[in-house]
């Protein structure tokens, strides 16, 4: 079956600091993966998403970037980060071919 | 891009009682559209999902509507329960876009 892992869960974090947010999925190949990210109290925001190996869609700009360097893997990147920054990042996979999408436990980022 | 619009932000309940969220799409090409439930702290989950060939789907106390003339569909959840307390999300297109969110809170 299919399962999908963030790293790490929580995390807290100087301004100015970088950023390294880590995905996989496993149990499935060539998946569509996605970024999401919700502040406080908010919507799910789409930061990135990917159909396949270091193919990237950015949503909305701004300081973050995303990677996927692997089939399997998404990664969620920033050089320095904002005290805007902070919530809670979600990953995402769907099948190429379907609909339905399933996310990641998340990791909560605090931003300080 | 696609633009999603839900409403209300926040809806209380007594339980027992009917609850109803809301959203409205733009892109008349979107074609399928879920719903997810979010709890404090958890990852969303889809609790329901609807295509576009399709007016209206129940799941036990759960039921969406689709009308996509007027571009809206509509969560129908009937005799409420204090676990159903939690953050409700609609969705529609394929990457898909999200709507803000609805915060249904159930009041034994």
């Known amino acids: 079956s299919q399962t999908i892992h963030q790293w790490p869960a929580t995390l807290v974090q100087p301004v100015g600091s970088p950023l390294s947010l880590e995905c996989t999925v496993e149990g499935t190949s060539n998946p569509n993966l996605y970024w999401y990210r919700q502040a406080a109290g908010r919507g799910l925001q789409l930061l990135f998403y990917s159909i396949g190996i270091d193919q990237i869609s950015s949503e909305v700009p701004q300081n973050l970037s995303a990677s996927r360097p692997q089939d399997r893997q998404f990664i969620l990147s920033s050089k320095k980060l904002l005290l805007s920054d902070s919530g809670f990042y979600l990953c995402?996979?769907?099948?190429?071919?379907?609909?339905?999408?399933?996310f990641g436990p998340g990791t909560r980022l605090t931003v300080l | 891009g696609e633009n999603v619009e839900q409403h209300p932000s926040t809806l209380s309940v007594q339980e027992g009682d009917s609850a109803v969220i809301k959203c409205t799409y733009s892109d008349s090409a979107s074609n399928y559209f879920p719903w997810y439930k979010q709890e404090l702290g958890k990852r969303p989950q889809l609790i329901i999902d609807?295509?576009?060939?399709?007016g209206e789907k129940k799941d036990q106390r759960i039921a969406v509507t689709l009308n996509k003339t007027a571009k809206h569909f509509s969560l129908h959840i009937t005799e409420t329960q204090p676990e159903d307390s939690a953050v409700y999300f609609c969705a529609a297109s394929r990457i898909p876009t999200f709507g803000r969110g609805t915060s249904l809170i159930v009041h034994p």
């Open positions: 609807i295509r576009s060939n399709v």
């Open positions: 995402a996979w769907k099948t190429s071919g379907g609909r339905i999408q399933f």
